[in-house]
């Protein structure tokens, strides 16, 4: 069997390029590995083993970078190599996935798929030196940008106890974009109790300039029970309402997840968002067409804010329900079944139940979405339909019957969704029968009707 000849191109450590070794001086020199800023790193003394001081894994896992030399990679796994080791066709593996694929019975390379004439694996000393040393060298950069980081959060904090006015608006955005580019700047500022001096700028007589930073700079935290609870004193609530309703839009969606977030605590208390204010600027969020980026998160707090009964009935005063009728056919699903769900529990409401039948697009809009979206989504339009015809069934239900109900229900009885849906679906076909004779209600029901 002849020998293999290695092609002629760069084959890292254990390769070679037209017969000559490639070294790491030349690696880095030809730029194989990329810009290494700052001076090409020391090699660690391996001794054969594994190095002393950094763990090759822990600094891998730790930085997570998107972007590695290709000649880092393991071509059976894509991840970079802990333990290459070069194959007789002078193809590098990682140790454990070459191992893995001999013990599947293959007998060839992977990358070539050549036939092997020895099975043995060579360690590559050389690539493992380049791979530790550019990932030692990335680590200790990652490193001294957090301590670098940390530590100009911690002087933004300090600065902030001191300053006011413009300067203060100007440490809050540098303090903004820091803890939004780096993790480690939110750690620092909880270390430093910056959460308390973010918080405690929000007050009656705050500037929106001022509170807009403090709520973008509070998304961005995790937030414990101590912190939430001082940010849901009456004074601060009523800041972040009005900044809901007059802010940027960048500023209305930072304030409605501050109040979600607040919401989550146990000892919320519901009288804090029931806000005609409130609920009018949400409204206002979710039916902004032009900016699109506000309707998911002002759709979600309204859910959550409908799961207090008691403010129910001022969502309904102040005319939400046609406005998210209206919104319904422009939705996509997250967003729809969400409004759905709003409109579900509004209809508990007997002042819900007759602003529903009033308007005119609910009940078309209704039996469009039966099997359409998904299963909650026809849980809930069911759930309204039923007490629009059980309030109204001379009304209600002949004109439900008219926009194609009669077909949709049979389709829904049909299918193999929910028993209970099943069962409630049956019961509204047997309520809207009532007001027809038995031929013409067969008629009703033909399901060319649902494909038309």
Known sequence: MPLYQPSRRQVIGGGYEDGHVLDLDTAVKDGVLGSLTGGFVGLPDCGGGAPDKLDLRRMIEELDLSE?????????????MQDPVTLCTGQTYERSNILKWFSLGHLTCPTTMQELWDESVTPNRTLYHLIYTWFHHKYLLMKKRCEDVQGRAGELIETLKKVKGQARVLILKELRLLVGAHVTAEKAVVDNAGVGVVSGLLGRFTSHAVGSECVAILVGLDLNSEARTNLMQPE???LIVDMLNEGSLETKIN???????????????PELISSHSLLVGLMRLVKDRRHGNGILPGLSLLK?????????????????????????PNLDPDCLEMTLFILDSLSSLHEGKLALKDCRNTIPNMVRLLMRISESCTQY???ILWSLCDLAPEDCSVRAVDAGLAPKLLLVIQ??????????SAELLKLCSL????????SKCKLTRTMQ
Do not use: W
């Open 68 to 80: 590695v030399p290709s000649v880092f990679i393991c071509p059976i796994s894509l991840e970079p």
């Open 435 to 442: 007001n027809y004779s038995d031929s013409a209600f067969i």
């Open 304 to 328: 959550t804010i409908c799961l207090h009964k008691q403010v129910l009935g001022l969502f309904v005063s102040i005319g939400a329900i046609p406005h998210l009728v209206d919104l319904l």
């Open 415 to 424: 299918s193999g969704c929910d028993p209970a849906l099943k069962q409630r």
């Open 236 to 238: 601060k609530v009523s």
């Open 255 to 269: 304030c409605t997840r501050l109040i979600g977030m607040l919401m989550e605590e146990k000892d919320f208390r």
């Open 381 to 383: 339009s069911l759930s």
